[in-house]
Structure formats: structure tokens, C-alpha cells
């Protein structure tokens, strides 16, 4: 038996060496390899979660570059925003989702539950700093710590798929409207009055790194479908001040009463492929004004 | 619990060191029932109750029939068992396919049912192989193979016992229960074996297929817009994933069996090298084909009392196995098509041909007259699968229908080839010992191969997706 756990023990010892070893060389590969570099023209970065993942289409709106991607906390946009804007002088405006219940306290397990680091981590890591790896590692050290073992993981995918891989404008073809009202209606959902603090400490980071850079931040609330916009017309308020008071420079975009037929959702809060068509060609319309 | 999880990976070896520190087997056994129930009720805890009613039954049942000296007494308690048996898993495997195939009749002669008595059941994990083994020991005992043990607690681990609960190899008393009875003493060698059989098994499962799957589920979901080509790689696909997913299970619970000591059937002898459909199922999920033939088959009469007789029992076999995979009637096309195949071999008394003999045995490569009849046997069962995949009959002929008449080269999904070239040139080389995988001669080697292997499990481990075994 002794024999068999110290077998066990050095199997288990190696292969751990081993996937650090391959993880770190899976990371410095890609950060050398990865693509971070703007067209010229290209001045305006959208990041943020599905809400403006898939509502602008960055070859609509030909001038920005969209690396949203779902379910992102304000950590993994704030890592996004760091390193492209570092990376990319002529971006002088970042767009970030901004929505009614970005901030609802029960986002902070955006940043912390296992599901979410689990998908993240691995292709988000190369873009880290010790003190990023630490806020994810205090949020969760468990999963953070298996995590670690795995990160080479994803150094496939980033490889073939690159920039998509951390982000991009994403068209939805469905159109589920009258299932999600009939959803919403059995099951509405609650208001959330308490804030996710370490979500707004992030998004307030990236608004510092912004005024630091010289770069304008546009916090969106992109359009929802009339009965979930009216549903959250009680918090509204709420982040409009947490913007004006806390990101006096910011400038807070609220489209989300932009008027859309029901055949442009996907559901209530997310457009489809013809809905974020109509609504960036309205966006470009805005910016060029 | 899913041999796939993290879970699993802490259970396994707490169970492992706990059962080797205890020396008294019967305590070994309180152990082993107490960490099967664990096992299981990690996957819902209510439905513990209809393991334990099965054990209860069949111990008692058995005991019955041993003591009395009538055999019509005897028949007695053993249709007790089986319809007891039986009617747990009717009811919550087949009870609404029953109602709505009614309802269905019913408006297809034109009277339509408003009320439909439908209840929302959940399927136990496991319900068709545990009560296939707890009838197997009455039936065992009815037929003076083996005889009823009193030992109450080493039956009900032999019942639960949890490597092989839930997706089996089905066990037998005979094979099972004596390995519970007696004193098991720990052999460092079993123990390794079985360690590398629960890898290998992990990798069929979390790489490949898993990995398969990923391309399996959009060519199936979207059969109408892709080429047949697309189609056709699909279907391989789902040959392996379905193969790789289910040998993987059985080599996980064989090798977890050998760490506790024990040596469950082997339940896949590379089924895909079989030289014709009579040598696939004897290769294939043997301990369920093995378990029709000899409660089925052979009471039936099997093939001493004519031709007519055996060719009825064959379909009987083969639709009642199709059943006993689900609850819709594409498993039971899928079934009808296997005793066609079956029986054309059947008739031309070519069924007994490769009964042991291992394929290429003395060779590296196959002959071309081998590799022939691997390719037919391999492309009629694959055509069979899209049966078992398919939502519906009309869904299978839509897909075959597309593959054959739209046939083109395939420009995507092309990636589950690699996976689908890597077992079976692991599977060749490997075919001559099914319970010794990764049998290399050079440590250095071996060690390499192991620490890569777990690399790869545990960088594909994220989707936890279940196997497909446990919806039977």
C-alpha cells in the first residue's frame, strides 16, 4: 500500500509540474502571438457582457472593434480595457454595457462561482497580472487553484480562434420573444435594491483608467423589450446616479426605451442578428453626429 | 455521482483507504454498502428507497425457493421476483410511452383522449441494470446455479455495489457474490491494472467522447442543412462517441472493481473489429447479451427446436433489447434491424464462426479479406445507429435519405476524424487483452503516456457531461 500512494503521489506530482509547465508556456506563446493591434481607423472599443455583445456589430459601427462576450464580469473588462487601450493609442472611447441589472448584487458570482471561472480563466489568463490573478484567486481560491493546473486548456482555441475567442460581436438568430414574456410573466424576476460591490469597483477602475488614459467612457444601457425596460424602470435611477456621481466624465447612454419590433429580440433583454443591425446603424448614426 | 467529477475523485480514494484499513470482510461490506448508497444518493438520494425494496425482495424471494421443496411454489416466489421487478421498471421506464402510444392509437382511429394520464416521472439512474442483476440472482437460485446466500449484507453490496451500479457490466451472482463472501486481500498489481484501466477509460469518455459529442449534437440537430458527407462523418462520429462513452464507463467500473479487490465481466471486446454482426454482439455490451441469452434465449428454446422456433427467438431478443434502451420506438427499430442482420447469419449457419478466435492475431495489419468484413459489419452497424440517435423513425429516414441521395465531400466538422483515427489504432493495438491497456514494456514510456493522458482528462474534465448509458 505504501507503495502504491508514493507512486500515486509522484504520478500526481509530475503531472502537476507538468501542466503548470506547459500552462506557462501555453501563456507567454499566446501573449507574444495574440493579435492586439487596431486598424487605424479603428477608435472606438466596446466591451462589456452579452448586452453589448449582441447588440453592435462592429462592422456596422466600422470604427470600433466589439470584444464583449456574455456573462463577463466588470473584472475581465477592466483586464480587456487595460491592456488593449495600453496596446492601442488611437482608441479614444470605450463603450461598456451598462445595463439596468449590471449591478444587481447577485453579478458578484460573475466574478467568484465556478461556472464563470471555469469558462473565463483559461482564456482570459494570458492577459493577467499578479494582482488580477489574486483578486480571482481570494474571490474563489478552490477553483482559481484547480484552474491553474488547466490553463493550457484553452491555448488551442485562442490559437485558432484568437481575438473571437475573448469577445466579439455575436448575432443571434432566434427569436424567442413570446416564450421569454411567458417566462417572465410565471416567473418574473425580483429587483435587486443591493449593489454588487466588486462589480462596480471594477467598473469604476476601468472608469479611472479611462480618465488616466485620456479615453471617454460610454456606459450603454442598450436596448431591452418594453416590458422588461418597464419592469426595471424602479432601479433606473439608481445607476444613473451611481454614473453622474461616480463617473462625473462618463458620458450614460440609456437606449434601452430605443423603440424595436418584437421580431428583433432574441428575448427580453438581448436583440438578434436583424435587431442589432437596426440598432447600430442608429448608434453610427449617433456617433457621427 | 459521475465517475467524470471532481467528486468522484475525492470519493474514490477515501473509500479506497478506509476499505483496505478495515481487515474484516463483513465490515469491508458495511463499507462497500454504505459508499454504493453514498454513490448513488449524490444523484438523488429519494430514489435509495427502490434499491433497497429490490435487495429485500430478492434476498427473501431467493431464500423461499431454496427451502421449499415444490416447484410450483418454487415459480411462485420467482414470479414474485420478476413481477416485482419488472413492474418498478415499467412503471417508471415505460409507463408514459405506454399512455401516449395509446393516445396516439386512440387518434389515429379518430377518438381523441382530452385528458391524458401522463405522470412526470423521473428515470432512476441505473433502474434497468440493477434489477436486471437482483432477477438474475432469483432466476440463478430457481435453476439451482447458485444458492442463496443469508448473508444479508454481502448480498446487498453485491446488489449496490457501486463501480458498477449504475451502467453496469450487469454481474452475476455467480461471479459477484462469492468475491463479496470471501476474504479480500489487497495485491498491489490488481490495483495498478485497475488504476489503468480507470485512465484509459476517462480518456475514451473526456476526450474523446465528449469531444465527439461536441460535434455529434449540431449534425444531428441539423441534418437538413448539411451535406451528406457531413452526415455520414456524423454518423461515425456517434459510432465512436456511443463506444467510447460506454466502454469508457465499463472500464472505469472494472478497474475501480480490481482497486476494492474485485473482478467484475468484461463488458466490450473491441466491438468494431468484428468480422460479422453475429461476432459484434459478442462483443458488444456483453453482459446484457449474455444476460437475454440466458434468461431469454435459451428458456425460449433457443436453437434446439427448429428453425422457425430459434428464428422467433431472435427477434424476440433483439426487439425486447431495443426496448430495454428506451422508451421509444426508434430503439426498437433499432433492435428489428440488429435480428435482420442477425438473422440472415442465422439462416446461412455463418453465426458461429468467430466465437473466440481475436482478430489478425499473429499479424500487425489485417488481411484485405478481414478488413472487408470489419468494414461491412462496422458500416451496418453504424448505419444502424442513426436509429438510436435520431429523435424519431421519420427523423432516421430523413437522415439516411439526405446522407445517401445528397452525398458531397464534407467542408466541416472535419476535426472528430483525428479523434476517430486515435482509437482505433490505440483499440488494434490493444486488442489482444480488452483489460490491459496501455500495456507498454519501457516504465520511461508508460510514464510519459500516463502523465499526458491526465493532462488531457483533466483539461477536457470542464463539461462534466454524463454518459449516455445512464438514460437506460
Redesign the interface.
Known sequence: ?K??IN??LL?LT??AI??LL?GFLSVVITNKTFNFEFKKYQNILIVGNSHTECSISDKILSNSVNISQSASSYFYSYIKVREFVKRNPTIDTVIISFSDNDLFSEKEKWLSSTEKI?NKMTRMIFLFNTEDYLTLFCSNPITTS?QS??V??DFYNLYIHRRSFIGGYNQFNKNKIKESILEFNQDTPKIDYKIAHTELKYLLKIYELCEKEGVHLILLNSPVHPVLQSHFSLIKDRNYKIASEKMTNATFLDHSSYKLDNSMFADLSHLNGTGSISYSLFLKSVFSK | MLFNT?EYFLFLPITFLLY?SIKNTTTQNILVLASSYVFYGWWDWRFLFLIFISTVVDYFVAIKIEKTDYKERKRVYLLLSIIFNLTILIFFKYYNFFIESWVELLSSIGYHVKDVWTLKIILPVGISFYTFQTMSYSLDVYRNDIKATRDFISFASFVSFFPQLVAGPIERASNLLPQMLKERK?D?KQ??DG?RLILWGLFKKVVIADSLSLLVNPIFDNYEILNGGELFLGLIYFSFQIYCDFSGYSDIAIGTAKMFGVELRSNFIFPYFSRDISEFWRRWHVSLSSWFRDYIYIPLGGSKNGKWVSIRNIFIIFIISGFWHGANFTFIAWGSIHSVLYLALVLSNKNRRYLTSIVSKNRAVPTFIELYQISITFFMVTISWVFFRSGSILDSFLYLKKMLLNFDIPISYRSGIFYVILIIISDWLNRKDERKPLNISSTNIR?II??LM??LI???G?QKNEFIYFQF
Do not use: N, Q
Open positions: 500500500m507503495k502504491l507512486r500515486t504520478f509530475i503531472s507538468f501542466s506547459l471555469r484547480l493546473f488547466i493550457y486548456s | 471532481l483496505w489487497f498491489y490495483t495498478v488504476l510514464w500516463y502523465v491526465f493532462i483533466i483539461s477536457h470542464g
